[in-house]
């Protein structure tokens, strides 16, 4: 093969992403093997429950973006006073500003759906730890565990005060 070297003795490589990257943080790149005290929480079923969750919110805040943009037309139509532009004015910045909201959170779910196509979804990016479940479901945009988010709202709180 031309591409030994690298990989050179290394088992092949177990069926998807997810397992790979389990196989390769516990258990040393033995494939296929799963212990029973670290059962896999993200089986295909479930990825693609989270993916097509992200998807449907992703949709909700593009819709909602259509929206608002439709309503700022309309209004600005609708106030010819200079008194009522005012008033739209602010309106306005308030939109911009949950726009701004809604686009930081797509960036989120963005990432999210890539990191279900690379395997790392439900992984902590701060100590490597699986994600529950229960958190994933309430906020499928999760990137800390519970502990490391407690712990970075703690410094944030901390610096705020
Ligand atoms: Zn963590």
């Not at 031309?2 to 003795?9: E, I, P, V, Y």
């Not at 290394?10 to 040393?28: D, F, K, Q, V």
């Amino acid at each position: 093969m031309a591409r030994r070297g690298r990989h050179a003795g290394a088992a092949p490589p177990p069926a998807t992403p997810w397992e790979s990257h389990l196989a390769g943080r516990r258990l040393g790149g033995a494939a296929g093997v799963m212990p029973e005290r670290y059962p896999n929480p993200m089986d295909t079923a479930s990825l693609e429950r989270f993916k097509a969750l992200l998807l449907e919110q992703r949709e909700e805040i593009i819709g909602n973006a259509a929206i608002t943009v439709n309503d700022l037309l309309a209004q600005a139509e609708s106030f010819p006073d200079p008194a009522d532009r005012a008033t739209l004015e602010t309106d306005r910045s308030f939109t911009l500003r949950l726009r701004e909201r809604e686009r930081h959170l797509l960036n989120k779910i963005d990432s999210a759906l890539e990191r279900i196509a690379n395997g790392t979804f439900g992984i902590c990016e701060h100590c490597g730890e699986e994600i529950s479940i229960a958190r994933l479901e309430a906020r499928p945009v999760s990137t800390l565990c519970i502990t490391c988010k407690t712990a970075q709202e703690e410094m944030e709180s901390v610096g705020r005060g």
